[in-house]
């Protein structure tokens, strides 16, 4: 049975940094590509980031230079680094892994900015 466990959401100010992580059990991680989707109040499930099987990662342009995804494949996590957060980040934070046709689905961890 695939679990994540995510973490890391809270509240922060304008500017400010958070750090998200999933951790997976049940599912052969080093097969997977891992990402992160999020999905504002109001809006669409969107895009993040996301890091292949071999580590190479992709960002929506609304994130580019500001989030890093890694993965720690020791450890069968994958992490969300966010810098310079601005309130139109507030969202809840989705963790994902797909190895075609899988997907599989974290629950979400609430990330507010506001001063």
């Known amino acids: 049975q695939v679990q994540f466990v995510e973490s890391g959401g809270g509240l922060v100010q304008p500017g400010g940094s958070l750090r998200l992580s999933c951790a997976a059990s049940g599912m052969s991680f080093t097969f997977y590509a891992m990402g992160w989707y999020r999905q504002g109040p109001g809006k669409e499930r969107e895009l993040v980031a996301t890091?292949?099987?071999?580590?190479?990662?992709n960002y929506a342009d609304s994130v580019k230079g500001r989030f890093t995804i890694s993965r720690d494949n020791a450890k069968n996590t994958v992490y969300l680094q966010m810098n310079s957060l601005k309130p139109e980040d507030t969202a809840v934070y989705y963790c994902?892994?797909?190895?075609?046709?899988?997907?599989?689905w974290g629950q979400g961890t609430q990330v507010t900015v506001s001063d």
């Open positions: 890091a292949s099987r071999g580590g190479i990662t």
């Open positions: 994902y892994a797909v190895d075609y046709p899988n997907t599989y």
